[in-house]
């Protein structure tokens, strides 16, 4: 199966920077997808994106799929933006999805 | 609409003992994954069904784990005879027909092995 690797593994901001969360597969995915897990462990879906730029707020993601990588861009972050961010990606014939090991991000007020 | 629900929402159980854990996908949704994560971990994929048949179960760590879907809504996370390394989050995720689009999580169910 595919491997995941996200970057950085930590990471601490001070209210209303920016950062840039990375996602590095091992092969060609067909199904790529963020996600933000709150401090409840509910995983919110952020992106489908297989490929291409997409954005939504104060959030954007961009996918080279030739290249095998997914950036995650978070634009004047908040506190309400702490937790965990996992990318997931599903390759081949199959249908599931391999997550990364997240990248816990933590913002200061 | 309703999301994807889980029940319970947390469980503990004594090590030997059955439990159940139960999952509710969007309604109309014909895939239907669960995953396992540990703590500190990203999610690991356990098994898929796509209406009432189990497509993929090649991820269930044992003959202890067990699932089922049999009217391809509601499905059913069984594991046998608990060990305390069965302690985990176990969430369910829905999506609309294959499964290579968008899967829609649950809140988990977190067991705990005494």
């Known amino acids: 199966g595919i491997q995941v690797e996200q970057s950085p593994p930590d990471l601490i901001l001070q209210e209303g920077a920016n950062s840039t969360l990375r996602c590095n597969f091992s092969d060609s995915v067909n199904n790529l997808q963020w996600f933000h897990q709150n401090p409840w462990g509910q995983l919110i879906n952020l992106f489908y994106i297989p490929s291409g730029t997409k954005q939504n707020g104060r959030l954007s993601a961009t996918t080279v799929a030739t290249e095998r990588y997914s950036l995650l861009y978070i634009s004047s972050s908040q506190t309400t933006d702490s937790g965990v961010y996992f990318c997931?990606?599903?390759?081949?014939?199959?249908?599931?999805?391999?997550f990364g090991k997240g990248t816990l991000l933590t913002v200061n007020p | 609409g309703a999301g994807v629900s889980q029940s319970p929402r947390y469980k503990v159980a004594k090590r030997g003992q059955d439990v159940a854990l139960r999952c509710d996908p969007i309604s109309g949704h014909v895939s239907l994954f669960w995953y396992q994560q540990a703590l500190g971990q990203g999610p690991e994929f356990l098994t898929y069904?796509?209406?009432?048949?189990?497509?993929?179960k090649s991820g269930l760590p044992s003959d202890r784990f067990f699932a089922e879907r049999p009217e391809g809504s509601v499905s059913t996370l069984k594991i046998q005879r608990t060990q305390q390394e069965d302690s985990a989050v176990y969430l369910c995720a829905s999506s609309f027909s294959h499964g290579r689009e968008t899967q829609y999580f649950g809140p988990g169910t977190r067991l705990l092995v005494l």
């Open positions: 069904f796509q209406n009432e048949a189990q497509l993929d």
């Open positions: 997931a990606g599903e390759g081949g014939s199959n249908y599931k999805l391999t």
